[in-house]
């Protein structure tokens, strides 16, 4: 009897991992946030075992404020920022008993003017430290499920035409995962950038090594009451910058390495960093826990490209490292997060084609240059920065120095996925957000609620007091729409905001057919298959 064979069964290749996010700090987080919000699954990985305790940066801007909104986290971080109002921003003062003990001069927070207060619709009120932010957006990921890959390290990549391959290793071992794009916020000193060969342009690094001590000591009894978010220390036993953590208990202190006279960043043992810390408060027996130590250099460089062949993507300081006058490089790099997320999404879900994707680099990039170089301009005079009024103004105009609300808000998108943009800056001392394409939709309040919560995440179309032409389209083609009577939108006309919030078309007249026209406009920004040239209005 002839046996009858059976067929052979092949194990079913699993699905690829729609995005892998190398990195687990602020940014690689809020990108693993932002994928998940928008309904697409990420696998994030991060070398170290948890959030970092250490932070780095602890101003977060407004467009931060409204991206963490937008995710329904501005609540929960302004719970965990230290409460500076009526507080100094920045004070200068020998130590902290003599700061305490009156010897001291300080900056005010910066009070918003009655226009800077109409431009976004939520403040902090004051600054949240880097591990604050981690551990809020860290916890809401855990809360929806997300998959973090502690104590993971990257070992390898391979991009392809339809995906990437990579290698990595985590507590149980190496394994492979395949993704169909990739995220890589893993730092000034990228694995991934670097294993791709994408090489970084720009003055690289600046100034001279420093020492940030993370450390943990009642500093109230000698403040007084006093609040500040930094205080440079001017004793020259220690000089050096304070920054707050929580305002109470937890601080940073950054002193310089002094390479030229022989100083090695491994000098700076917890004893020594612990005499430092007391010299500087001006208490020798001040009871000081050194928590962490970390080395770091000043450095302005940025990637030659933030994408590669629509696989690899960059962010935060994988893309670009910021100098840190004007608290813009954390900030940056949410902004990048921000408006990565929702192509991503949009080519996962069908809703794009591809070539969307390109303008993340061709919106991106200009930006962070333009950023590049405001924070340089800073470096060399704090002041720019700092200073209030006329003369300051004019001494920013000279030197070509923007405002820093400007910075912040104030940048233009100019690529395929804006119709018809208006890239120039209107003004680079006066924040001017009017509607134009590219630019980020204003800030009004519609019956309680900012038009910023009604975009939501979603295309979203704004019609003037008379548009019902352009409502009942939306309504035809289940866009969400709202009738908003607001100065920078004619009564007859219409915006399509994007889901990050940016402009994407601007009508100050009804289209002939604007259902059709608005799928035209869909089409050409989505970059779907057969783009077709959007009409004039």
């Given at each position: 009897?002839?046996?009858?064979?059976?067929p052979?069964?092949?194990?079913?290749?699993?699905?690829?991992?729609?995005?892998?996010?190398?990195?687990?700090?602020?940014?690689?987080?809020?990108?693993?946030?932002?994928?998940?919000?928008?309904?697409?699954?990420?696998?994030?990985?991060?070398?170290?075992?948890?959030?970092?305790?250490?932070?780095?940066?602890?101003?977060?801007?407004?467009?931060?404020?409204?991206?963490?909104?937008?995710?329904?986290?501005?609540?929960?971080?302004?719970?965990?920022?230290?409460d500076?109002?009526?507080?100094?921003?920045?004070?200068?003062?020998?130590?902290?008993?003599?700061?305490?003990?009156?010897?001291v001069?300080?900056?005010?927070?910066?009070?918003?003017?009655?226009?800077?207060?109409?431009v976004?619709?939520?403040?902090?009120?004051?600054?949240?430290?880097?591990?604050?932010?981690?551990?809020?957006?860290?916890?809401?990921?855990?809360?929806?499920?997300a998959d973090?890959?502690?104590?993971?390290?990257l070992?390898?990549?391979?991009?392809d035409?339809?995906?990437?391959?990579?290698?990595?290793?985590?507590?149980?071992?190496?394994?492979?995962?395949?993704?169909?794009?990739?995220?890589?916020?893993?730092?000034?000193?990228?694995?991934?950038?670097?294993?791709?060969?994408?090489?970084?342009?720009g003055?690289?690094?600046?100034?001279?090594?420093?020492?940030?001590?993370?450390?943990?000591?009642?500093?109230?009894?000698?403040?007084?009451?006093?609040?500040?978010?930094?205080?440079t220390?001017?004793?020259?036993?220690?000089a050096?910058?304070?920054?707050?953590?929580?305002?109470?208990?937890?601080?940073?202190?950054?002193?310089?390495?002094?390479?030229?006279?022989?100083e090695?960043?491994?000098d700076?043992?917890?004893?020594?960093?612990?005499?430092?810390?007391?010299?500087?408060v001006?208490?020798?027996?001040?009871?000081?826990?050194?928590?962490?130590?970390?080395?770091?250099?000043?450095?302005?460089?940025?990637?030659?490209?933030?994408?590669?062949?629509?696989?690899?993507?960059?962010?935060?300081?994988?893309?670009?490292?910021?100098?840190?006058?004007?608290?813009?490089?954390?900030?940056?790099?949410?902004?990048?997060?921000?408006?990565?997320?929702?192509?991503?999404?949009?080519?996962?879900?069908?809703?794009?084609?591809?070539?969307?994707?390109?303008?993340?680099?061709?919106?991106?990039?200009?930006?962070?240059?333009?950023?590049?170089?405001?924070?340089?301009?800073?470096?060399?005079?704090?002041?720019?920065?700092?200073?209030?009024?006329?003369?300051?103004?004019?001494a920013?105009?000279?030197?070509?120095?923007?405002?820093?609300?400007?910075?912040?808000?104030?940048?233009?998108?100019?690529?395929?996925?804006?119709?018809?943009?208006?890239?120039?800056?209107?003004?680079?001392?006066?924040?001017?957000?009017?509607?134009?394409?590219?630019?980020?939709?204003?800030?009004?309040?519609?019956d309680?609620?900012?038009?910023?919560?009604?975009?939501?995440?979603?295309?979203?179309?704004?019609?003037?007091?008379?548009?019902?032409?352009?409502?009942?389209?939306?309504?035809d083609?289940?866009?969400?729409?709202?009738?908003?009577?607001?100065?920078?939108?004619?009564?007859?006309?219409?915006?399509?905001?994007?889901?990050?919030?940016?402009?994407?078309?601007?009508?100050?007249?009804?289209?002939?057919?604007?259902?059709?026209?608005?799928?035209?406009?869909?089409?050409?920004?989505?970059?779907?298959p057969?783009?077709?040239?959007v009409?004039?209005?």
């Open positions: 009897m002839t046996e009858t064979p059976y052979e069964v092949s194990t079913p290749t699993p699905a690829p991992t729609p995005v892998l996010v190398v990195g687990g700090g602020s940014v690689g987080l809020l990108t693993a946030a932002l994928l998940t919000h928008h309904g697409v699954h990420a696998v994030l990985v991060e070398r170290r075992s948890g959030p970092s305790v250490h932070p780095r940066a602890t101003g977060i801007a407004p467009r931060s404020v409204e991206v963490l909104r937008e995710l329904g986290l501005d609540a929960a971080v302004d719970a965990a920022a230290v500076l109002r009526g507080g100094a921003g920045k004070a200068v003062a020998p130590t902290v008993v003599e700061m305490g003990a009156g010897d001069v300080t900056v005010p927070m910066p009070t918003p003017s009655a226009d800077e207060l109409d976004t619709p939520f403040r902090l009120r004051g600054v949240c430290a880097q591990d604050r932010l981690d551990a809020v957006v860290a916890a809401d990921l855990a809360r929806r499920g973090l890959r502690w104590s993971t390290r070992i390898d990549i391979a991009p035409a339809d995906g990437v391959n990579v290698e990595l290793e985590g507590p149980d071992g190496r394994y492979s995962l395949r993704c169909t794009h990739l995220v890589t916020a893993d730092g000034t000193h990228s694995t991934v950038r670097t294993a791709l060969g994408v090489g970084t342009s003055p690289g690094d600046l100034g001279k090594t420093m020492i940030n001590i993370l450390f943990r000591a009642d500093l109230r009894p000698h403040l007084r009451g006093m609040s500040f978010a930094t205080c220390i001017t004793t020259p036993k220690a050096g910058l304070l920054a707050t953590v929580d305002g109470a208990t937890n601080w940073v202190f950054h002193v310089a390495c002094d390479v030229d006279a022989g090695r960043p491994e700076f043992t917890h004893e020594r960093c612990a005499a430092l810390v007391r010299l500087a001006g208490d020798p027996d001040l009871d000081v826990e050194v928590r962490s130590v970390l080395p770091w250099r000043p450095r302005s460089a940025a990637a030659e490209t933030f994408a590669v062949d629509r696989r690899v993507f960059l962010v935060g300081d994988a893309a670009h490292t910021v100098s840190p006058m004007g608290a813009f490089g954390l900030n940056t790099g949410i902004a990048d997060a921000h408006n990565l997320a929702w192509k991503l999404a949009a080519v996962h879900h069908g809703e794009a084609g591809a070539r969307l994707l390109d303008t993340y680099a061709h919106e991106r990039e200009p930006v962070a240059a333009a950023t590049l170089d405001q924070a340089m301009r800073r470096l060399a005079d704090p002041q720019l920065h700092w200073g209030r009024g006329p003369e300051a103004d004019a920013r105009a000279a030197a070509g120095v923007w405002a820093a609300p400007v910075v912040h808000l104030g940048h233009r998108y100019d690529s395929a996925a804006v119709v018809d943009p208006r890239p120039e800056l209107p003004s680079t001392v006066d924040l001017v957000l009017d509607g134009s394409p590219g630019s980020r939709v204003p800030h009004a309040w519609i309680g609620v900012s038009t910023l919560d009604l975009v939501a995440s979603r295309w979203t179309l704004l019609a003037g007091t008379a548009g019902e032409r352009w409502l009942t389209a939306a309504a083609l289940e866009l969400p729409a709202h009738r908003v009577a607001v100065p920078w939108l004619a009564d007859e006309g219409a915006l399509l905001v994007r889901p990050d919030g940016i402009v994407a078309m601007r009508a100050t007249t009804p289209a002939t057919d604007p259902a059709r026209f608005l799928t035209e406009v869909l089409d050409q920004v989505l970059a779907r057969v783009p077709v040239p009409p004039s209005t």
